[in-house]
C-alpha cells in the first residue's frame, strides 16, 4: 500500500561529520514534506519543509533534497553535533478534503558519536 | 510564546476504564490534529479539527475513539472501554489555517494495564 518509509533504521557518526538521512514516499499526488525530530519523551519538532514545486531547500546546517522522479527525500545535516541524536521523521502531506494530515514514516535514529 | 500542551502527561488506566485525553493548542490555530504513536514507530494519524468541526476522521480505529472540540481551541479525545492495544503516546498538533507546519505537544503516555 501507500507509505512513506525510510531506507535505514539507524545511523551512527562522528561528531563533525555530514548527515544524511534518507526517504522514500509512494504518493505521488503528495505535495508537500516535513522533516521532523523527535528525542526521548518529546513530541516531533519541526525541522525544515519542502513542497513539491521545489527540489532543495536550505535551512541553518540542514539541507532537504527532492527528488519526484524516484519519490525520494533526504536530509542532509552538515556538521553534526551531539544535539543532533535523535529519531527523525519524513512526514508526508496529502490533501484530502481540505484535511493537512500527515503521514509519518518509521524513522531514523541518529546517533552523534563524540 | 506557549506551545502545544496536553494533559495528562502519562495515564495508566485499567483495562475496560475510560479516559480523556485533553490538548491545549497554540492561541489563533484553527486547525488540531490527533495522532497516535506506539513504541519504534511513527506518529498515525487520528482525526483533524477545523474550528468546531472534525473535517476528517478517518483515521479513529474503531467507534471506542470519540473526540471533541466545542469551542474552537481545546480539545478532548475520549476512549471508551480501553483496551492494552490502546497503549501508547498520543500527540496532538495545531497549526494556523491552511496547509503549513504543525507544532506538535510533548504527548500523553497512555498505558492500559
Known amino acids: 500500500g501507500e507509505s512513506v518509509g525510510l531506507h535505514l533504521p539507524t545511523l551512527s557518526v562522528q561528531e563533525g561529520d555530514n548527515s544524511i538521512i534518507n526517504c522514500a514516499y509512494s504518493?505521488?499526488?503528495?505535495?508537500?514534506f516535513i522533516w521532523y525530530k523527535q528525542e526521548s519523551g518529546k513530541g516531533p519538532q519541526f525541522i525544515i519543509d519542502?513542497?513539491?514545486?521545489?527540489d532543495k531547500r536550505q535551512g541553518q546546517r540542514v539541507t532537504v533534497l527532492l527528488n519526484k522522479t524516484v519519490k525520494h527525500l533526504s536530509l542532509q545535516i552538515a556538521a553534526t553535533q551531539p544535539g543532533d541524536s535523535a529519531v527523525y521523521f519524513c512526514?508526508?502531506?496529502?490533501?484530502?478534503?481540505?484535511?493537512?494530515?500527515?503521514?509519518f514514516g518509521k524513522g531514523t535514529k541518529l546517533t552523534v558519536n563524540p | 510564546g506557549a506551545g502545544v500542551s496536553q494533559t495528562p502527561s502519562n495515564k495508566v488506566t485499567e483495562k475496560g476504564k475510560y479516559v480523556e485525553l485533553r490538548c491545549d493548542p497554540i492561541?489563533?490555530?484553527?486547525?488540531l490534529y490527533w495522532y497516535r504513536q506506539s513504541l519504534g514507530q511513527g506518529p498515525e494519524f487520528l482525526i483533524y479539527?477545523?474550528?468546531?468541526?472534525?473535517?476528517?476522521d478517518s483515521g479513529l480505529p474503531n467507534d471506542r475513539f470519540f473526540a471533541v472540540r466545542p469551542e474552537g481551541s481545546v480539545s478532548t479525545l475520549k476512549i471508551q472501554r480501553t483496551e492494552r492495544g490502546d497503549s501508547a503516546v498520543y500527540l496532538c498538533?495545531?497549526?494556523?489555517?491552511?496547509?503549513?507546519?504543525?507544532?506538535f505537544g510533548p504527548g500523553t503516555r497512555l498505558t492500559v494495564t
Open positions: 492561541s489563533g490555530h484553527t486547525a
Open positions: 498538533a495545531s497549526s494556523e489555517q491552511g496547509p503549513g507546519e504543525q507544532y
Open positions: 512526514a508526508e502531506s496529502r490533501p484530502q478534503g481540505g484535511s493537512e494530515k500527515l503521514v
Open positions: 504518493n505521488s499526488a503528495s505535495d508537500y
Open positions: 519542502i513542497r513539491s514545486n521545489m
Open positions: 479539527f477545523q474550528g468546531t468541526g472534525a473535517a476528517d
